[in-house]
């Protein structure tokens, strides 16, 4: 039968398939029966006759708790493929699916990048069609997977096509497929498939019908066979249940053993007839055969059986099997099922906890055993949920309770996570568990939005914590107060709080949580000692990437910006091998931000954008945020001034909705490097002291320190000299308590500038400090010396100042810097080569960073597994990139991208020769 009213849905996937490669898919949203599923079947047809190949796979309740089953459905028939996937891919994969010996949560973002490469290696033989239905069903895993596909298909020979029930939440919402809602059929399209459907019914009943089916074809198909039941049914019935209603008396109307085998059918997890039949002769105590079995429910149109599965013609038909049952006959069922599935420990187990109608400790231990087997967070918290539901000590209640919110925060379920720590929080919690309670919630934002005195609680919390013996406990709560103290500002008394905490625990000074704790509290106070043991763990990167992506927050913090890229750009590589895309948007936007304010803007750009597309994707409002606003930054310093403000008025939104005073404090930064190039010295003061205004919300006591250079320029360019004098004797004493690099470049800088004697001497002393690894800074201080030798009329000597600045501005993309130093030394008499664009700066952020990763000889496929990318985009992405470099070979790329002295070549992505 065709489909009614659906013609222009129709078209829509019909270009999706027809088409070119510009979108990646679909999401069809509707109610229950309103046809999402006969779309997606019109779709296979087309695909079919496209000549495209389909792979499906649907979610269904019983396997919800089940980590990626549905993954598992759709990938099976490339399962030959599987060994010629990369090695950490193919380890990660076979270990989500049960099939190595590997033990722990494989990451979610390499089994969906494998799963990427599956697709789009397939997809290079044959285009495929990827159809995930009933996708609120779906186990999160596999949600999270196709949610992954579905970002990175647009140019790759892949559509997905997913359902989803409406008024559910999905991972794919905001994934880019093309939103397609379906709204019932018009009165015409109605009547026209009621009078296919049940020609023969009465008037009134017609009408009636039509009334509340309201265009839903489900209703008219199915409720025209029970019209009859209209009668007995109030007219306020929601039309699920009218449904629902239905298909319980189709199924009332079989014989007994039919009823038993459909109620098997619905409980079990996997659509096998052979355990169908097993599992009724259990309950039955006989064994009829499958034709006996099925056939009046395929009559009735309850099912059809294929290929040795059984299948609901509909969810609805489905649920309202298991309703009508009691729940003696579903433990019953679930009973022989955990009887029959000897083979399948897991799915035994699971059938074991829905038999038992109360509490019971040994099956809870057995979903313990669950749990810790678990490929996904999101299947762990449903296996210790349950568990805790069947604990009969109350205190082993709150453990798994406890156990089952920490693997809600693995997996980013933030609802799920609060909803159990609640719960478990009413049963009497001992001061451990009340501990853990506390720290578990900490990752969530790092407490933005929160009422400040909280901070306060976290520490009165960590110290009695600390005082019960719990010191890792008492240490993952004070780092969730300390990170409130950088994104919002807590006091003085606060801050002093959370350093006598930190200074009692039993820690040593050089323990890195210790030390990024001192870092966000205290960035002056305890600056000495924490550049100290910075500098003294600086020849360990490399060991751990937390560890590393702590240090590098922790050098942020105290203007060691040199060390913080060392230390963020230690702490990708492992985060990117291991796949944890949840904390590598932070170390990318630490190294993206220091980068930057380092002048390597080769460096920052593709950072940064792949930090904002990470961040934006993993859910991390703030990291997303400041990864925009030093976008905006980078943008600035590049002359792009109308790109730079758009940023900045995106990350300006986000950090204001957040209260994150540094994504505030970068964006007011950007303003000023923006009016300091344009030539509005009034505005750039303005914005630059901004920072400084403890009533303002960008007032960052971490960062303000640290951009003296552009606010001292912009106050004497701008008259407000004086201003700028106040300024710095209000900051002077920290120069005295912190050897920041930051702030001590940025003084002398600013010294030198409003000096009205001694100048000169305070010019050479700037320029005789250490500023290896701060190019942009040295380059400042030429350009600042030449212009004051030029006004001192020594032109001769003002020259190879304002020369040696303008290369350095020239290399790094500062335009207006570099058009300063131009203009600087054609007043001194010398010309200056037209400066033309870098070949970095003709490329997008997002294809500088491919670009740089070929001209340092990676494959595309190692590019790929780098930023979590297929190797045909990476491929199609250096077709654009040749062009614009004027290239014609990766082997030029490396003539084009010359890589900057002193950068690490990047090690080869390692695969073992898979």
């Known amino acids: 039968m065709s489909l009614f009213g659906r013609d222009s849905e129709l078209k829509d996937l019909a270009a999706l398939l027809y088409g070119p490669h510009d979108r990646g898919g679909a999401l069809i949203v509707g109610e229950a029966g309103i046809g999402k599923s006969a779309l997606a079947e019109e779709t296979v047809a087309a695909a079919a006759v496209a000549g495209v190949r389909v792979l499906r796979t649907a979610g269904t309740e019983a396997e919800q708790h089940f980590g990626y089953a549905g993954l598992h459905r759709l990938l099976h028939p490339l399962r030959g493929a599987f060994d010629t996937l990369p090695q950490r891919q193919y380890d990660a994969l076979t270990a989500a699916f049960g099939l190595s010996d590997t033990t722990g949560e494989p990451s979610v973002y390499l089994v969906a990048l494998a799963t990427l490469t599956l697709l789009v290696d397939a997809g290079a033989e044959r285009p495929l069609l990827v159809v995930a239905e009933d996708v609120q069903w779906l186990d999160s895993a596999t949600v999270e997977v196709i949610a992954f596909l579905s970002r990175r298909i647009d140019t790759e020979p892949v559509v997905v096509i997913a359902t989803l029930r409406d008024g559910g939440t999905s991972a794919l919402d905001d994934t880019g497929l093309t939103p397609i809602r379906l709204e019932g059929l018009s009165d015409e399209h109605a009547r026209t498939l009621l009078n296919v459907t049940a020609p023969g019914l009465p008037p009134p009943i017609r009408d009636r019908l039509l009334t509340e089916a309201a265009g839903n074809p489900l209703a008219l198909t199915e409720l025209a066979s029970a019209a009859a039941d209209l009668e007995e049914l109030p007219a306020a019935t929601p039309l699920t249940e009218r449904l629902r209603r239905t298909f319980t008396a189709r199924g009332l109307g079989l014989p007994d053993p039919t009823r038993s085998a459909l109620l098997v059918a619905a409980l079990n997890d996997t659509d096998s007839i052979a355990e169908m039949l097993a599992a009724t002769a259990v309950v039955a105590g006989s064994a009829p055969s499958e034709r006996e079995l099925l056939a009046p429910a395929i009559d009735a149109g309850m099912v059809t059986a294929e290929a040795g599965g059984v299948t609901f013609r509909h969810p609805l038909m489905r649920s309202a099997i298991i309703s009508s049952a009691t729940d003696e006959q579903r433990g019953r069922v679930h009973s022989a099922l955990a009887e029959i599935l000897g083979h399948a420990p897991d799915r035994r187990i699971w059938h074991r906890a829905a038999s038992v109608p109360g509490p019971d400790e040994q099956v809870a231990i057995e979903l313990d055993g669950v749990a810790e087997r678990a490929t996904h967070p999101g299947a762990a918290v449903a296996a210790r949920h349950r568990a805790a539901e069947l604990s009969a000590d109350a205190g082993r209640r709150v453990d798994r309770l406890l156990e089952a919110a920490e693997a809600a925060v693995r997996a980013g379920r933030r609802d799920t996570a609060e909803q159990l720590v609640r719960t478990a929080r009413t049963l009497s919690p001992t001061p451990r568990q009340q501990a853990t309670a506390h720290w578990l919630l900490s990752g969530f934002e790092d407490g933005l939005r929160e009422d400040l005195s909280r901070i306060g609680e976290l520490a009165a919390l960590a110290s009695s914590v600390a005082a019960e013996g719990y010191t890792d406990a ?332 303008r290369q350095t501005f020239d290399a790094l993309g500062f335009a207006a810097w570099s058009e300063r130093s131009r203009l600087e030394l054609r007043g001194a008499g010398e010309s200056s080569p037209d400066r033309s664009a870098d070949a970095g700066e003709r490329l997008t952020p997002h294809e500088l960073s491919i670009a740089r990763l070929a001209a340092q000889g990676l494959t595309n496929r190692e590019i790929g597994q780098r930023l979590f990318l297929s190797h045909r985009t990476v491929s199609t992405h250096l077709h654009r990139i040749f062009p614009k470099l004027g290239v014609s070979s990766r082997t030029d790329l490396a003539a084009a991208l010359p890589v900057p002295p002193g950068t690490p070549r990047l090690p080869r992505a390692g695969e073992d020769g898979r």
């Open 474 to 805: 008492a240490m993952r709560i004070l780092w969730g107060a300390a990170m409130r103290c950088f994104w919002s500002e807590a006091g003085a008394d606060i801050r002093r709080g959370l350093l006598a905490v930190a200074d009692d625990l039993p820690v040593p000074d050089d323990d890195p949580r210790l030390v990024a704790v001192a870092a966000y509290v205290a960035p002056v106070e305890r600056g000495a000692r924490v550049l100290g043991n910075l500098r003294g763990l600086a020849a360990e990167t490399g060991r751990d990437p937390e560890v590393d992506r702590f240090l590098g927050s922790a050098a942020l913090q105290v203007g060691a910006f040199d060390l913080a890229a060392r230390f963020a750009a230690a702490a990708a590589p492992g985060l990117r091998d291991t796949g944890q895309l949840g904390a590598l948007p932070r170390a990318l936007t630490v190294l993206a931000w220091s980068s930057a304010r380092l002048g390597d803007l080769a460096t920052a750009a593709p950072v940064a954008a792949e930090a904002e597309a990470l961040a934006r994707e993993t859910g991390q409002p703030f990291m997303h945020g400041l990864a925009v606003a030093v976008l905006a930054e980078i943008a600035a310093l590049h002359g792009d001034y109308a790109r730079s403000a758009a940023l900045a008025s995106d990350a300006e939104r986000i950090g204001l909705a957040a209260g994150a005073r540094p994504v505030l404090a970068t964006v007011a930064l950007t303003r000023g490097l923006a009016a300091l190039g344009e030539g509005r010295f009034d505005d750039a003061f303005a914005e630059l002291r901004r920072m400084h205004d403890p009533a303002d919300p960008a007032y960052t006591p971490a960062l303000r320190s640290y951009f003296l250079a552009e606010l001292t320029e912009a106050a004497v360019r701008g008259g407000q000299s004086e201003a700028a004098r106040e300024l710095l004797a209000e900051l002077e004493p920290t120069t005295r308590t912190t050897p920041s690099p930051a702030l001590h470049i940025g003084f002398r800088y600013a010294r030198a500038l409003l000096a009205t004697e001694d100048t000169e001497d305070l010019f050479t002393a700037a320029l005789a400090a250490d500023l290896t690894g701060w190019p942009a800074e040295r380059a400042r201080l030429q350009l600042a010396y030449g212009e004051w030798l030029r006004r001192q009329r020594r032109v001769v000597e003002s020259r190879a100042r304002l020369r040696a600045a």
